[in-house]
């Protein structure tokens, strides 16, 4: 069955620590896995897109990475805040069949204590 | 406006009752699309728009779901005699691009939070 699969429903971290999500799938090929941030109450916030032919991607300091033989995606954020608390969202882009889904993870709810 | 605007923000409904939700994109962006957020999970994709066109509406859980984009900009998800599990976030979004994979950015409204009682 296809499954995309996000490494825990929380992470706690320190403030200064670097953060790491992965999101991991199976059964599917992607074109594209983006990451978007979610606070309470909101909707997603686009951060990062990484195509199949990257491996990796930086903003600022966020980092992306992208392992099409392992099907994981990892997602860094160094130098914490805790503003950067917040629900994390994978999410896989297919380019068969609809050309309007996206296929997100559960999300990981990440805690950065100061 | 500057983003994608939804309304109502939150709507408590008697089980039976019809609903409809509102969203209005950013103007000028081609694809709109709706998703569903259950508590603690992430979006489920319903149906996706290019201009008025419903090119996709797989993730319509039942028939008692209906959306429509008349003139290619605003766009209302009908659910019809809500039951207890249509309660979520109703979530949606639009793209300046007319296909996801593009990779053009997404951008969210802030949900509609629908509650049946």
């Known amino acids: 069955s296809q499954k995309i699969e996000q490494n825990s429903e929380a992470l706690n971290i320190q403030e200064g620590k670097t953060a790491t999500l992965t999101c991991n799938y199976t059964n599917y090929s992607p074109a594209y896995l983006q990451w978007y941030r979610q606070d309470p109450g909101r909707g997603p916030v686009f951060l990062l897109l990484?195509?199949?032919?990257?491996k990796e991607k930086r903003k600022e300091r966020l980092k992306v990475t992208f392992d099409t033989t392992l099907k994981q995606s990892l997602f860094h954020i160094t130098a914490s805040q805790p503003a950067d608390s917040a629900t994390y969202l994978c999410?896989?882009?297919?380019?068969?069949?609809?050309?309007?889904?996206?296929?997100f993870g559960k999300g990981t709810k990440l805690s950065v204590k100061p | 406006g500057a983003g994608v605007s939804q309304s109502p923000r939150y709507k408590v409904a008697k089980r039976g009752q019809d609903v409809a939700l509102r969203c209005d994109p950013i103007?000028?962006?081609?694809?709109l699309f709706w998703y569903q957020q259950a508590l603690g999970q992430g979006p489920e994709f319903l149906t996706y728009?290019?201009?008025?066109?419903?090119?996709?509406k797989s993730g319509l859980p039942s028939d008692r779901f209906f959306a429509e984009r008349p003139e290619g900009s605003v766009s209302t998800l009908k659910i019809q005699r809500t039951q207890q599990e249509d309660s979520a976030v109703y979530l949606c979004?639009?793209?300046?691009?007319?296909?996801?994979?593009?990779?053009?950015?997404?951008?969210f409204g802030e949900g509609s939070w629908l509650t049946v009682v």
């Open positions: 979004a639009s793209s300046f691009a007319r296909t996801v994979g593009s990779g053009n950015t997404i951008y």
């Open positions: 728009f290019q201009n008025e066109a419903q090119l996709d």
């Open positions: 990484i195509r199949e032919n990257e």
């Open positions: 999410a896989l882009v297919l380019l068969e069949g609809s050309q309007g889904n996206l296929i």
């Open positions: 103007s000028g962006h081609v694809s």
